[in-house]
């Protein structure tokens, strides 16, 4: 199968997984739950879903009352739940607090943020930008995260996406030099 066909299934893979997790019922009050990442842009290569929320009076008891309503309706074979308010948020902004789950599901790693702070937030945008670029940018995009050493745990889809839309590259080799830089 090319690696258009691969992602294109994958990409219909994720929506049934969104549709069987049913996250506006498990999370009523958090708002419209927003699909991001490659499931977004239709760049998929790994079985990865990354969603995320606005809710800036969500609570922990929320997200793990959600949580259960999953796992009490869909197989869940894990669920890594964090609570990353004050020292423990992810980078040093205050603005990046949040709740972060990752659950396994059928074979699929879905990532689920809920952002703590009403904020602009390029997510959505990108993945917009990433999903518009024409066939042979999709390809290479593709091509890179299906052979560069280390994706997604070195590098991500966020350094891989910029080098090729912005900087023309095309092969490992390249990547390589851009990252180096």
């Known amino acids: 199968m090319d690696l258009i066909a691969r992602a294109?299934?994958?990409q219909a893979e994720a929506h049934a997984v969104l549709r069987k997790l049913d996250l506006e019922r498990a999370f009523p009050s958090l708002g419209p739950p927003l699909l991001i990442g490659s499931a977004r842009s239709g760049l998929m290569v790994l079985r990865d879903l990354d969603v995320m929320f606005t809710a800036p009076a969500a609570k922990a008891s929320e997200v793990l009352t959600g949580l259960a309503d999953i796992a009490a309706r869909v197989e869940l074979l894990s669920v890594?739940?964090?609570d990353e308010r004050g020292d423990r948020r992810p980078t040093p902004q205050l603005t990046d607090e949040r709740?972060?789950?990752?659950?396994?599901h059928a074979n699929w790693k879905v990532d689920l943020t809920i952002w703590?702070?009403?904020v602009d937030r390029p997510h959505v945008e990108d993945a917009l930008r990433v999903g518009a670029a024409t066939a042979e940018q999709k390809e290479a995009i593709l091509r890179l995260k299906s052979t560069y050493p280390g994706y997604p745990d070195v590098?991500?889809?966020s350094d891989i996406y910029p080098a090729v839309l912005d900087h023309g590259v095309r092969s490992t080799g390249e990547l390589a030099a851009y990252l180096g830089r």
């Not at 709740?99 to 396994?104: I, N, S």
């Open 80 to 82: 890594d739940f964090r």
């Open 155 to 157: 590098i991500g889809g």
């Open 116 to 118: 703590l702070h009403a």
């Open 8 to 10: 294109e299934a994958l």
């Open 99 to 104: 709740f972060y789950a990752v659950l396994d």
